[in-house]
Structures are given as structure tokens and as C-alpha cells.
């Protein structure tokens, strides 16, 4: 369940929030989402009767990445393979677990898996004197001191074959989400190289917002690694420190809008992606 620490810095943005970011990074993971890949560069897509030719993608979710708990097909609301050139297509999962679904590369390209969890809400409330969480709408509540609706996204980013620069740089529609204006995959990891990833909340630039960037293998595996904000165009620039597999976070906080304001006071999105880095 989300502590009340996370709660707070998802809701703030632009400058209020450096001074907050300072004291608190790097981040704790908390009930985050994301998407895997077994393979996120595929040297000979097609060649499915070799190893190098075979990817799957899973889902992860919860403190620990990049695997903690345990999810069922119904959890997700979408669970797509996104081709190149655009055309979408539902997976199919191996069912309670990770959702290990085989991935159908046949040509090169930039493909991305996409995973939206089930919408949820949670309230805060006392009672008793103590503070207490519940899965579900302020309705019926006293004393509630938080209140919000939320919706997760995640991607994974995967390379068939070359890729040209602008490759996932296009945005997909999601209501919070991570463009990469330089592809991922024409990156080294090492001292001094980054990578610009820039957030959109409903088409638009997302300024002063929260980016948390981490790789596989970082200690320990419930925080992440880099603690970021976006500037005034919505870009952050991630620290390549090491080769490998990454994530990229972020979260963004509003008031909630007059269909759900009854319900909850905010509404509060968070997206993810994930890609190799050589």
C-alpha cells in the first residue's frame, strides 16, 4: 500500500518540489507498475528457431524490481504489442504470475509492449486516533485526509534489427507518458552519457514533474537510482551510469475532475518504461 511520503511528493510539481526532491532522493518504490522484456534488442528478428530470435515480455509491480507480486490476466485492462508502423494487437498471457507473454517479432523495427492496470482508488482516513488506508472511494469516510483515483502505465521499448533515432519518440496516447526524443537504443552506458526522456500529461508537456530512473542490478532493489525533474519543455536527462536494463518513471498529481470529484480529491497518474542499454 502507498505510504503517505509517496503520496505527498506525487502531488507536488514545478519549483516547490526541488527543494522536497533534495531531502528524499534517491525514491522508494512503492506499488509501482512496469513492463519486462526477456530480450529488448533482437539482433535477427524472425529466426524464431533460434534463442537470439525469441523474446516474451511480463509484467512487474510493487516495491521490488524488477519482479514482486503476483497479478492476474483481469488486472490488466490493456496488454498490447504495438508493431512497427503502428498496428496493435492483443497478448495472450501465460496467466496468474508475471503474465509471460511471447512476443510475435517478425520484422525489423521498434515494437513496444504496453500494460495498463485496472483503475483503482484509495482514502486515508482516521479513526481511533490511527491512520488507516482503503482500497475504494471518501464516500461514506470521516476524517479523510487523502483521497485519489489512480491509473498506471507501463511500456517496454524493444529493438528489432536498427532502429532510426526518432523511434519511440512518438507519443502512443496514454494520459501521463514517456516519449524518448533519442532512441534508447543509439546509447552506451558510461560516465557522462544520458538520455533526455520527456512527459506528457495529455498531450502536453509535464514541467516540474517527478522522474525516478533506475537499472537492473541497482542495491537495494526497492529505491531507485536517480531521483529527477522535468524542466520547462517536460524533459528530463537520465545518467547512463551503467549497461544494461533501465526504468523510467514518472508520476504526476491534479484535482480531480467533476466526474470523479465526488469520489476523490485527486487523481494521480504514473507511467513506466523499460529498454537495454549496451
Request: charged share 25%; proline share 7%; glycine share 12%.
Amino acid at each position: 500500500m502507498l505510504g503517505r511520503s509517496r503520496v505527498r511528493v506525487w502531488l507536488l510539481c514545478g519549483a516547490a518540489a526541488a527543494a522536497t526532491f533534495a531531502a528524499v532522493a534517491p525514491m522508494a518504490m512503492a506499488h509501482d507498475f512496469w513492463v519486462n522484456a526477456t530480450r529488448y534488442i533482437i539482433e535477427r528478428p524472425g529466426e524464431t528457431d533460434h534463442d537470439e530470435g525469441l523474446s516474451s515480455a511480463y509484467v512487474g509491480k510493487g516495491h521490488l524490481y524488477p519482479v514482486d507480486q503476483v497479478l492476474q490476466p483481469e488486472d490488466l485492462t490493456r496488454w498490447t504489442l504495438r508493431r512497427p508502423g503502428g498496428a496493435e494487437e492483443a497478448l495472450t498471457s501465460s496467466g496468474p504470475g508475471v503474465l509471460l507473454s511471447p512476443l510475435p517479432i517478425e520484422e525489423p523495427g521498434p515494437y513496444v509492449v504496453r500494460g495498463t492496470l485496472a483503475d483503482s482508488m484509495l482514502t486515508g482516513y482516521v479513526e481511533g486516533g490511527e491512520e488507516k488506508y482503503v482500497e475504494g472511494p471518501k464516500a461514506g469516510r470521516e476524517n479523510v485526509f487523502y483521497s485519489a483515483y489512480y491509473r498506471m502505465t507501463g511500456k517496454a521499448l524493444i529493438a528489432a534489427g536498427p532502429t532510426a533515432e526518432d523511434a519511440f519518440a512518438e507519443p502512443l496516447g496514454d494520459d501521463l507518458e514517456l516519449a524518448f526524443p533519442e532512441n534508447p537504443y543509439g546509447k552506451q552506458g558510461g560516465e557522462g552519457q544520458t538520455l533526455p526522456v520527456k512527459v506528457l500529461f495529455r498531450g502536453e508537456p509535464a514541467a516540474g514533474c517527478a522522474v525516478f530512473a533506475s537499472h537492473w542490478g541497482h542495491t537495494p532493489r526497492d529505491a531507485f537510482a536517480q531521483t529527477l525533474l522535468t524542466d520547462a519543455e517536460g524533459v528530463a536527462r537520465v545518467k547512463l551510469t551503467h549497461k544494461g536494463v533501465w526504468i523510467v518513471a514518472a508520476v504526476h498529481g491534479v484535482p480531480a475532475g467533476p466526474e470523479r470529484r465526488d469520489q476523490v480529491d485527486d487523481e494521480e497518474y504514473a507511467a513506466s518504461a523499460t529498454f537495454e542499454i549496451r
